[in-house]
């Protein structure tokens, strides 16, 4: 036992109780701090998530989702446009900038959704124009200018011991190809437009790339450059043998109005410079092209040869031909033919842009639709371009 008294033993554990009681107080701060901490910082994290979907609703950004389709909400908008008028979902995806070109000016226009802009460009790609084989540049301003270097440098041999003697200076020329409008205003019933199971992308799509494609092909070829690109057929044509920078040369067949013997098709292909004949083709519409693929040498072998596989062109002394069914019929003095090196000789210039409107006012009950887009083109080598002439000068 022991023999010390109750109260001393009380009086020893006050100490004890005390420092507990400090450090029970001492964590419940430090608990109490932390917690206030932590409320705070989800509060800040709360504020920041709210204020972030409030920005997203804003902007109409598509979802990150990895099932949902990016282009869909655009397509969506713009469907909805050409039924109804309703923009406001294209006003919306205007503020998010990887749906749009920087190219196009949001005054006045809309640009057509992705699926029906490929369509538009895959059309026009197919069609039978020179668009498929000239030089094809996409500009964001009025005008497109190409230079030109059509002189060689002088040159000339030196000695260790002789001055060398200045040698001439190359002439440069600048060509401006301008670019023009091309529109067109398909139309359609506003009842055909409210039946959901019609497809108004590819219907549109098709009836503009229908009309740019016929458009484009005849003026890259006929066009006076009025409001409209320069043709090939409309810069001054000259005899070959007195060509000149500026003109288009021309080989005759020796016969009006017939093809003749069909020697003059080895002289055109032969009048074009080595250096362009690596890339020759031929351009000719149908008429023509069945007059000349019966064209026999000496020896009873056709000229003309069918591709021998599926898409591959009909070729003509080994040339590929390019039948474009607005180069004009064989007839007196007719320049039906032309070859050359194309995508030097010509040059496309465009903006990368479509724009449709919809107008519901001007043709009730009929609603159109006005697309344009911004086009020229011109000859950018004269040299690689020449031409055959159905006459006998």
Excluded at 136 to 144: C, G, K, N
């Amino acid at each position: 036992m022991s023999n010390t008294p109750p109260s001393a033993q009380v009086v020893d554990a006050a100490p004890l109780i005390l420092e507990v009681t400090q450090e029970v107080n001492g964590f419940t701060g430090d608990f109490k701090e932390f917690r206030e901490d932590i409320n705070a910082k989800l509060k800040q994290t709360e504020e920041r998530v709210t204020m972030l979907d409030r920005k997203t609703q804003m902007t109409a950004r598509p979802q990150l989702s990895a099932g949902v389709e990016l282009g869909a909400p655009h397509q969506k908008a713009f469907q909805t446009y050409l039924r109804s008028g309703d923009d406001d979902g294209l006003r919306g995806l205007q503020l998010d900038g990887k749906s749009l070109s920087t190219a196009v000016n949001s005054d006045g226009g809309y640009l057509v959704d992705p699926v029906t802009a490929e369509t538009v460009t895959s059309v026009l790609q197919s069609t039978a124009s020179i668009r498929s084989i000239a030089a094809v540049v996409t500009v964001e301003a009025t005008s497109y200018d190409v230079l030109i270097d059509h002189t060689d440098v002088g040159a000339g041999w030196a000695t260790e011991t002789d001055p060398s003697v200045e040698t001439s200076t190359p002439v440069i020329d600048r060509i401006t190809i301008p670019l023009h409008e091309l529109s067109a205003l398909p139309k359609a019933s506003q009842r055909l437009l409210d039946d959901s199971a019609f497809d108004i992308e590819s219907w549109l799509a098709g009836r503009i790339a229908d009309k740019f494609a016929r458009a484009e092909a005849s003026a890259f070829l006929n066009g006076d450059g009025l409001d409209k690109p320069t043709g090939i057929l409309t810069h001054p044509v000259v005899d070959n043998d007195s060509w000149s920078w500026g003109n288009v040369g021309y080989v005759v067949t020796g016969s009006d109005g017939s093809i003749g013997d069909g020697d003059a098709i080895v002289d055109l292909v032969y009048a074009l410079g080595a250096q362009y004949r690596a890339n020759g083709v031929f351009i000719m519409n149908s008429k023509t092209a069945g007059l000349i693929r019966k064209l026999k040498d000496g020896d009873g072998r056709f000229l003309w040869s069918d591709g021998l596989a599926a898409g591959e062109p009909a070729r003509l002394m080994g040339y590929p031909v390019l039948v474009a069914e607005d180069m004009p019929d064989v007839d007196s003095n007719s320049y039906s033919v032309a070859f050359g090196d194309f995508s030097a000789g010509y040059t496309i210039a465009e903006r990368p842009d479509l724009r449709v409107l919809r107008d519901p006012f001007s043709a009730k009950p009929h609603v159109l639709f006005y697309a344009t887009k911004r086009v020229g083109g011109d000859v950018s080598d004269f040299a690689a371009i020449k031409l055959l002439k159905f006459g006998l000068t």
